[in-house]
Nanobody
C-alpha cells in the first residue's frame, strides 16, 4: 500500500506557472506507475498526465501537451507536475494516483489503486 500527499496548488493568473508535488510513503515508490488527474466543479475527474514506473515513458492529455511536464524521482519518492502557461480552464482539484497493475497505466482511471486527497489549482483570467 502507498499513501499519497499532494502539495503546491494555489491561485495564479492566466499565463502563470505552478509546480505540483506528490510525496509517496509506504511501499516502494518505484513499484507504481503514476498519474495526475483533475476534477473541476460539476465535471468528471479527467486524466492529465501519466508516467511509467521508471520514468521512461510519459503521456499527456491533448489540452496540456506542450504546457505541462510530469516527472518523478524514485529515490525521493516524489512525483511532480510542472505547469506552464496556465489557463482558466485548468482550474480544478488536482490528484495524483498510483497504479500497481501495469508498468504504465496512462489515462485509464480504473487502473489506479491509490489516490491522494487533492490540491486546488485556481487560474484567474
Amino acid at each position: 500500500q502507498v499513501q499519497l500527499v499532494e502539495s503546491g496548488g494555489g491561485l495564479v493568473q492566466a499565463g502563470g506557472s505552478l509546480r505540483l508535488s506528490c510525496e509517496a510513503s509506504g511501499r516502494t515508490f518505484s513499484s507504481y506507475a503514476m498519474g495526475w488527474f483533475r476534477q473541476a466543479p460539476g465535471k468528471e475527474r479527467e486524466y492529465v498526465a501519466a508516467i511509467s514506473r521508471s520514468g521512461g515513458s510519459t503521456g499527456y492529455t491533448d489540452s496540456v501537451k506542450g504546457r505541462f511536464t510530469i516527472s518523478r524521482d524514485n529515490a525521493k519518492n516524489t512525483l511532480w507536475l510542472q505547469m506552464y502557461s496556465l489557463k482558466p480552464e485548468d482550474t480544478a482539484v488536482y490528484y495524483c494516483a498510483a497504479s500497481s497493475k501495469l508498468a504504465y497505466s496512462g489515462g485509464n482511471r480504473l487502473a489506479y489503486d491509490y489516490w491522494g486527497q487533492g490540491t486546488q489549482v485556481t487560474v484567474s483570467s
